[in-house]
C-alpha cells in the first residue's frame, strides 16, 4: 500500500512536498506535508485571497560560499512568490513563516544553518512580513500546513523514529535549543 495513513487528516486532503517542490494552492481543505532535516520550507500566504503555497530546498552543499547556492535558494523562493502572485496573492499582504535547517550530522559545514540564514535573508531582503520561525536544532520536523489561512502543524522527530538522524542523545542534550524542549509534542503556530 502506497498510501501512508498516519499522514491521513479528517477531513482533509494531504500533499507531500519533496525536496525541490513547490505547491500553491486556493483549496481550504488542503494540507500540505513535508519532512525536513536541513531542508528549509518556507510558508507563505495571502489571508485576504485565500491562496498560500510552501517550497521545500536545500542549497548545494559543495562550496557554501559560492553564488550558485543562494542562485538556487533564490530560484526556489521565487517560484513559491511568483507561483502565489500568479494564483491571486498580493505581494505586500503576503506573510512568512520558515522551518527547518537542522544541523542532522557532525559534518564541518552545516548545511542547515546556511539554509536558515539564507532564508532570513531573502525574506528581509524583499520585505516581506515574517510571522515566525523555527529553525536549527538537532531534530528533523515533521509539517504541516495549510495553504488557506497559514496554520501550521510542527512535530520534532526522535532519533527512533527518525531515519533522517544521526546526532548522539548526549550532543542533543548538551545543544539542546531551548523550543525543542518537548520532543514529540504538537505545537500550533
Known amino acids: 500500500m502506497s498510501h501512508n495513513h498516519s499522514h491521513a487528516i479528517i477531513g482533509f486532503r494531504t500533499q507531500a512536498l519533496l525536496q525541490g517542490d513547490v505547491q500553491v494552492s486556493t483549496d481550504p481543505e488542503l494540507v500540505i506535508t513535508t519532512m525536513l532535516g536541513s531542508c528549509v520550507a518556507a510558508c507563505m500566504w495571502d489571508e485576504v485571497a485565500g491562496i498560500g503555497g510552501m517550497n521545500h530546498f536545500l542549497l548545494p552543499g559543495n562550496d557554501p560560499n559560492s553564488q550558485g547556492a543562494v542562485k538556487e535558494g533564490v530560484h526556489a523562493m521565487e517560484l513559491l512568490v511568483n507561483g502565489l502572485i500568479q494564483a491571486g496573492a498580493s505581494r505586500d499582504r503576503m506573510k512568512v513563516k520558515l522551518l527547518g535547517g537542522s544541523k542532522m550530522f557532525n559534518s564541518r559545514i552545516d548545511i ?48 527512533s523514529s527518525s531515519v533522517m538522524e544521526e546526532t548522539s542523545r548526549a550532543s542533543e542534550r548538551r545543544r539542546a535549543v531551548k523550543h525543542d524542549d518537548n520532543s514529540g509534542e504538537v505545537q500550533l503556530f
Open 112 to 159: 542547515g544553518a546556511k539554509n536558515a540564514e539564507f532564508a532570513m535573508w531573502f525574506v528581509r531582503n524583499e520585505g516581506f512580513e515574517l510571522v515566525d520561525c523555527c529553525l536549527g536544532g538537532q531534530r528533523g520536523r515533521n509539517i504541516r500546513f495549510w495553504p488557506v489561512g497559514g496554520r501550521i502543524q510542527r512535530r520534532f522527530m526522535n532519533e
